[in-house]
């Protein structure tokens, strides 16, 4: 292993321009991570790889993109007067509304000075001898930093699909993470969408509204729920902004984010009709929640035969919805627990395919071999296609922190250390790696939670360490070894508490060929989590190595 003065990043010669931090990343923790770094009196550089603000919501781009949690909860609360006067539209706010908004905030506070477009960073090394980070980016930058925030975002590496040929396709290529940004027609084409998670969900309604032909090729079947998306009620927003600092506090002490009312039975503690009346009303209510039918009863994630009457109500609707029965019999997820891979919000998912030009190929009886020419093939049959639209995903949680090479103490290698899987202590920091915090990182609760309370936690709780720092002249701190590790076994054992495991999802790594499996994030409770970080804190940061 080479040592941190023996690697590359140093031996350029390049003078580096100092500055207090560096943040990565222009997203929603981002741009809020530069606004209250600025309140301390910092110097910040943020890089964003993106032409425009706003991270995932940047690239999200593809038709039907939203967010699946309510507009008046996915928002800043740290500054009231920005949380009354923005006025949101819908229930669930689409992808152009939420980019609108991230601007808005930039624009209000004067963020995009400190904000460089279109720069990747590609190396973060520790230099021990001065107690700085040397940041590298692809446009030939060097700056020294005190601090490094690694703002990157949970889903913003797009993944592609294991089949070979992708090159030799000759009509045009979409991945919903990565879409452009004009307006693309699909009136009269032959499409194919391969992929139905989230995105794949949002974006096939759409796609056969106009397309001559839609094929979409499915690997496993999704639990998709009614998203019943509407125009805000104007006085129900009036009334969630007079009594904001209640509804924040109840999200963040909730399990998910979200508030909900607590659960004080299991699913099998009550009568089958009494729990499919609950299912139902879940299912019907425009105003309902996705996590409603993960919370509704105590067991939903613990015990499987509980688990199986959410699922079977689903399956049930599905069947109801969709007309052509062996149709119908490939939609209905099977094999793994209701709300281990990500549940979907849909708008008239299942319904679309009852139209005439969509089809449903089951790529796991007959599996893709190969993108052609002119297409797609499997195992039994080609297909023709002017356009092909892969909706498969993410590199989650670790994708964009693998893509900069981080080197610690020693030169020690990020992607080094988590070969086996991440590591952390609290998703917040790395032991080896003195004054690198990890925004969302793997082992919080991060996309198990509403993404906006776990950011503006994790954010504030930097600060509030930074400011420590200063204020006690405290040049580093690092997580310790032993606190890394029992928290990463913590992680485990609350994950192996849960039906998460059963599944082989994107929370678990399984969508990538090699990644570790292992639970990647913290499913003890927004709340629980919160208050961890908090004692942390208070105990002088028990786990921190603190230097001078």
């Known amino acids: 292993m080479t040592t ?31 606004h209250k770094m600025r309140e301390l009196g910092l110097s910040v550089q943020v890089y964003e790889a993106g032409g425009g603000l706003g991270g995932t919501w940047y690239w999200n781009r593809y038709p039907g993109a939203r967010v699946d949690v309510k507009s008046v909860y996915y928002n800043y609360s740290f500054d009231p ?38 720069t990747r960073v590609t190396a973060a090394v520790y230099d021990e001898s001065a107690a700085r980070w040397r940041i590298t980016t692809n446009q030939g930058e060097v700056l020294s930093a005190r601090y490094a925030i690694m703002a990157t975002g949970c889903l913003s590496v797009a993944k592609m699909v294991e089949i070979p040929g992708i090159e030799t396709f000759r009509g045009r290529s979409f991945h919903t993470g990565n879409w452009p940004a004009q307006d693309v027609d699909f009136t009269g084409r032959r499409v194919a969408v391969i992929g139905t998670g989230s995105s794949g969900v949002q974006v096939i309604p759409l796609v056969a509204e106009a397309a001559e032909k839609l094929t979409v090729f499915q690997r496993t079947a999704n639990y998709v729920l009614p998203a019943r998306n509407h125009t805000i009620d104007p006085e ?48 019907a209510d425009k105003d309902s929640e996705l996590v409603s039918m993960l919370t509704g009863f105590t067991d939903i994630l613990a015990d499987e035969a509980a688990n199986e009457t959410a699922a079977q109500f689903v399956r049930d609707r599905i069947a109801e919805i969709v007309t052509d029965p062996v149709v119908a019999q490939i939609l209905q997820p099977t094999g793994y627990p209701f709300g281990t891979k990500r549940p979907c919000l849909g708008t008239d998912y299942y319904e679309t395919f009852n139209r005439p030009n969509v089809r449903l190929v089951d790529v796991r009886a007959t ?54 899987g991440p590591v952390t202590y609290l998703g917040l920091a790395v032991a080896g790696f003195p004054n690198l915090f990890t925004i969302t990182g793997p082992g919080s609760p991060s996309v198990l939670s509403n993404m906006l309370v776990s950011i503006e936690q994790h954010i504030d709780w930097v600060v509030d360490a930074i400011d420590m720092m200063r204020s006690r002249g405290v040049t580093t701190m690092e997580a310790e070894v032993d606190a890394e590790q029992e928290w990463t076994r913590h992680v485990d054992e609350v994950g192996d508490m849960t039906l998460y495991p059963k599944a082989d999802s994107w929370y678990m790594g399984s969508n990538v060929p090699g990644k570790p499996r292992v639970m990647f994030a913290y499913i003890g409770g927004v709340g629980a989590y919160r208050e961890k970080c908090d004692q942390v804190a208070a105990d002088d940061y028990d786990g921190f190595t603190l230097t001078q």
Do not use: C
């Open 4 to 34: 941190t003065s023996e690697h590359s990043a140093f031996s350029t010669g390049q003078e580096a321009r100092e500055i207090d931090a560096v943040v990565v990343g222009a997203g929603f923790a981002g741009l809020h991570m530069l």
């Open 81 to 118: 007067e920005l949380e009354q006067e923005w006025e949101w539209t819908e229930k669930y706010p689409p992808q152009p509304e939420l980019l609108r908004y991230i601007n808005h905030v930039a624009d209000r506070f004067d963020l995009r000075k400190d904000v460089q477009l279109r």
């Open 236 to 283: 129900f927003q009036r009334e969630i902004k007079s009594r904001y600092r209640d509804v924040r506090k109840a999200n963040r002490e909730s399990s998910f984010g979200i508030a909900q009312p607590e659960a004080t039975k299991g699913a099998l503690e009550v009568s089958e009709d009494e729990r499919n009346a609950f299912y139902r009303r879940v299912w």
């Open 367 to 420: 599996p893709l071999t190969e993108v052609t020419e002119s297409g797609l093939a499997t195992t039994q049959e080609s297909f023709e296609f002017d356009d092909i639209i892969y909706a498969t995903g993410y590199d989650a949680m670790t994708g964009a922190l693998d893509a900069v090479d981080i080197r610690g103490r020693g030169g020690a290698s990020l992607r080094e250390k988590w070969a086996g």
